[in-house]
């Protein structure tokens, strides 16, 4: 994992989630078994999920109010499991959540236990079923909650507050009907510690299972644009992909981090075939923990992953991660211009 600065910060006042504050919501089309149809030239039916909007939310700019308000509203059931959790709001509304009937059950990751284990024994403590990951899996890193088996978030972002204010994520609220079963289907063996074989809905991709499938099958289709957002730049796999899409002629941007050096030996490469990158790099100021992958933006083939894996042989095929590729015009949109911003702001590697 990268080396994420450890700073303290205050925490930015949660802004209130509406559309007139930049959520994008959208339609999402799938990974699942249409969206292999329509790879293999099949004529298929629309996803399920096109009648569901998916929402977007884009830190640090607009706060967690929206995850909040979800647990919030919760009336059955909260599932979520959380490579790191510290955020007091959020682990006391899990706790009244579980004091009005709710059941709230959580995975922590195990290897994470000294940042979570306040949280972990507060939870416990207050009428939530809190557990540590399993050891199948080198880090549970998914990001991800369930509220009333109706509602999933899939995001980037680690519920810990002290990075809010600086940190470059990315959320999506999701209802479509497939991708919920599935999760919650993954959550119940993985709280518990039973093996399973996840299934992907209409939108999601899985670590260990098929993230670097999927994510290879995104980038390899490109054939306009490909815009990268990656913490880490470490799976060769990968990098060989990006440099392929460029050396083909897709026009190849890269917005990541590279504190320290870390990533040196990868942007010279990358740049090398023409891939633009723009990093930042301090170990106390912005930081890029988005990772997301949007191909083909202002055609009519364009789509998006956004999820917690990163470009690396641990996250990609050792730890459980949960991402998904959506296609509607709202979210490719938000994502474009905030990306544009932050390719701007950027030191440019040269």
Do not use: C
């Not at 339609?27 to 399920?48: C, N, Y």
């Not at 830190?59 to 929206?66: H, K, L, T």
């Not at 909650?145 to 204010?165: E, F, H, K, R, W």
């Amino acid at each position: 994992m990268s080396h994420r600065r450890l700073a303290s910060f205050l925490l930015l006042t949660a802004a209130t989630v509406t559309a007139a504050t930049g959520i994008a919501a959208t339609a999402s089309a799938g990974t699942g078994a249409a969206a292999t149809a329509a790879a293999a030239g099949g004529t298929v039916a629309p996803p399920a999920s096109a009648a569901a909007a998916d929402t977007l939310f884009t830190e640090p700019d607009q706060g967690f109010s929206a995850v909040y308000g979800l647990i919030d509203g919760a009336t059955a059931s909260i599932d979520m499991t959380m490579y790191e959790l510290a955020d007091t709001t959020a682990e006391q509304d899990l706790a009244a959540a579980a004091g009005r009937g709710v059941r709230v059950r959580v995975i922590l990751d195990r290897r994470e236990e000294s940042k979570n284990s306040a949280a972990y024994q507060f939870l416990n403590a207050n009428g939530v079923s809190a557990v540590w990951s399993s050891s199948a899996y080198y880090y549970t890193h998914e990001k991800s909650l369930v509220i009333d088996g109706a509602t999933a978030v899939i995001m980037t972002a680690n519920l810990t507050s002290v990075y809010y204010p600086t940190s470059r994520d990315f959320g999506v609220i999701d209802t479509d009907p497939a991708d919920i079963a599935a999760t919650e289907a993954v959550f119940d063996a993985d709280f518990a510690g039973a093996a399973v074989t996840p299934g992907d809905g209409d939108d999601l991709v899985w670590s260990p299972t098929d993230s670097q499938a999927h994510l290879l099958a995104l980038i390899n289709g490109a054939t306009t644009s490909l815009r990268i957002y990656s913490e880490e730049m470490s799976d060769t796999t990968i990098e060989n992909a990006l440099v392929s899409a460029a050396e083909r002629g897709v026009d190849v941007q890269v917005v990541g981090e590279n504190e320290n050096g870390e990533y040196d030996s990868a942007y010279t490469t990358l740049a090398g075939a023409g891939v633009q990158i723009s990093y930042y790099s301090s170990p106390a100021g912005f930081y890029i923990h988005g990772k997301v992958i949007e191909a083909d933006y202002g055609t009519a083939a364009a789509k998006v992953f956004i999820g917690s894996e990163n470009f690396s042989g641990t996250s990609l095929n050792s730890n459980r991660e949960l991402g998904l590729i959506v296609a509607g015009p709202a979210i490719l949109s938000s994502i474009a211009t905030t990306f544009a911003t932050d390719f701007s702001n950027g030191t440019r590697w040269s």
